[in-house]
């Protein structure tokens, strides 16, 4: 079965730094575009980044960029993304999913991540 | 403010039809194909429709996309108790680079 499992999310303070993972079981992440999405308390969705299927190329959403890396390990089947200088307007539930622009089609249950002092 | 446009909510009573609507322009609908997704509460995002009308297997046919020039829509006919949930429209930005959401519509079954 083709899955996705988060984990990294926490309590941080304004300013500092997290990183994020998600395992991928049931398929390799290196043969897909993968991307994560996050959802603040009570509201939508907003993308945040993606990763090539070659891994060569990366994309961020203006409200991430120059803070966050996206990155995958093919050992561990695993991918990243490390965030740093976070604020309040970071604090959301994280989800990782498979896909990017031809869609998502596999999403994992979320971490959540709340930056507060 | 979402790239792309939603009603905030809809509603309808069992085996009514409903339409959700999403309005973009013409970096990201206008030039893209057309993702929604259905997020029951509590859960994950999980893809409704891609590529305009297609369905993931498992998605029953009571769920159809359409899209034309800077907009789509999604109508769910046969309203079901259990498709209250909230419904986004997605597409590729080429002006962003990156794909963008709406802000979603909760839809209500009475």
């Known amino acids: 079965e083709v899955q996705l499992l988060e984990s990294g999310g926490g309590l941080v303070q304004p300013g500092g730094s997290l990183r994020l993972s998600c395992g991928a079981s049931?398929?390799?992440?290196?043969?897909?575009?993968m991307s994560w999405v996050r959802q603040p308390p009570g509201k939508g969705l907003e993308w945040v980044s993606s990763?090539?299927?070659?891994?060569?190329?990366?994309f961020y959403a203006d409200s991430v960029k120059g803070r966050c890396t996206i990155s995958r390990d093919s050992s561990e089947n695993t991918l990243f993304l490390l965030m740093n200088s976070l604020a309040d307007e970071d604090t959301a539930v994280y989800y990782c999913?498979?896909?990017?622009?031809?869609?998502?089609?596999?999403w994992g249950q979320g971490t959540t991540v709340t930056v507060s002092s | 403010q979402s790239v792309l446009t939603q009603p905030p909510s809809a509603s309808g009573t069992p085996g009514q039809r409903v339409t959700i609507t999403c309005s973009g322009n013409?970096?990201?609908?206008?030039?893209?194909?057309v993702y929604w997704y259905q997020q029951l509460p509590g859960t994950a995002p999980k893809l409704l429709i891609y590529?305009?009308?297609q369905r993931p297997s498992g998605v029953p046919d009571r769920f159809s996309g359409f899209k034309s020039g800077t907009s789509a829509s999604l109508a769910i006919s046969g309203l079901r108790s259990e498709d209250e949930a909230d419904y986004y429209c997605?597409?590729?930005?080429?002006?962003?680079?990156?794909?963008?959401f709406g802000g979603g519509t909760k839809l209500t079954v009475l």
């Open positions: 049931g398929f390799k992440l290196t043969t897909y575009a």
């Open positions: 590529r305009n009308i």
């Open positions: 997605s597409a590729w930005d080429d002006s962003l680079s990156g794909p963008v």
């Open positions: 990763i090539s299927v070659s891994g060569d190329s990366t």
């Open positions: 999913a498979k896909g990017a622009a031809d869609g998502m089609d596999v």
């Open positions: 013409s970096s990201n609908i206008g030039s893209s194909y």
